[in-house]
């Protein structure tokens, strides 16, 4: 769980800048999340935004696999990106998309005795109940 909520503000801390090459990113992301991110923000520095705010998480443990000596956790979640927009560089908002509750899921992997965040399926706003 830490590593997802770490991934997170990894993602939040890059997004402030648009900044898709951050090392930040990789501490707590690995393959398809790491690329997902990286190719998300480098759309963002090619629009000319940034993210400001933070999303709130309310992630539960979906499955542990194997369940006894875990190297997978998958995760579910609901996030609220309401309070986490896209701004112009100088301020303003970017668009006038308000965010909402999005029905997310992740496998987090352990790798070398290290968790990250392996896989992303982040659904669209209003899949989820915040």
Same mark, same amino acid.
């Given at each position: 769980?830490?590593?997802?909520?770490?991934?997170?503000?990894?993602?939040?801390?890059?997004?402030?800048?648009?900044?898709?090459?951050? =090392?930040? $990113?990789?501490?707590?992301?690995? #393959?398809?999340?790491?690329?997902?991110?990286? /190719?998300?923000? &480098?759309?963002? +520095?090619?629009?000319?935004?940034?993210?400001?705010?933070?999303?709130?998480?309310?992630?539960?443990?979906?499955?542990?696999?194997?369940?006894?000596?875990?190297?997978?956790?998958?995760?579910?979640?609901?996030?609220?990106?309401? =309070?986490? $927009?896209?701004?112009?560089?100088? #301020?303003?908002?970017?668009?006038?998309?308000? /965010?909402?509750? &999005?029905?997310? +899921?992740?496998?987090?992997?352990?790798?070398?005795?290290?968790?990250?965040?392996?896989?992303?399926?982040?659904?669209?706003?209003?899949?989820?109940?915040?």
């Amino acid at each position: 769980m830490a590593a997802y909520r770490a991934a997170f503000a990894d993602w939040q801390t890059a997004g402030a800048t648009s900044n898709y090459q951050d =090392p930040v $990113l990789t501490h707590h992301m690995s #393959g398809q999340a790491l690329s997902y991110v990286s /190719g998300a923000l &480098r759309v963002d +520095q090619v629009q000319g935004s940034v993210s400001k705010g933070a999303p709130v998480l309310h992630p539960t443990i979906g499955q542990l696999i194997p369940p006894n000596d875990p190297t997978e956790v998958v995760i579910n979640d609901v996030i609220d990106t309401r =309070p986490w $927009l896209q701004y112009t560089t100088d #301020g303003h908002l970017y668009n006038d998309t308000p /965010g909402g509750c &999005r029905q997310t +899921q992740a496998l987090v992997v352990k790798k070398d005795g290290v968790w990250k965040v392996d896989q992303f399926a982040i659904n669209k706003v209003g899949t989820g109940k915040c």
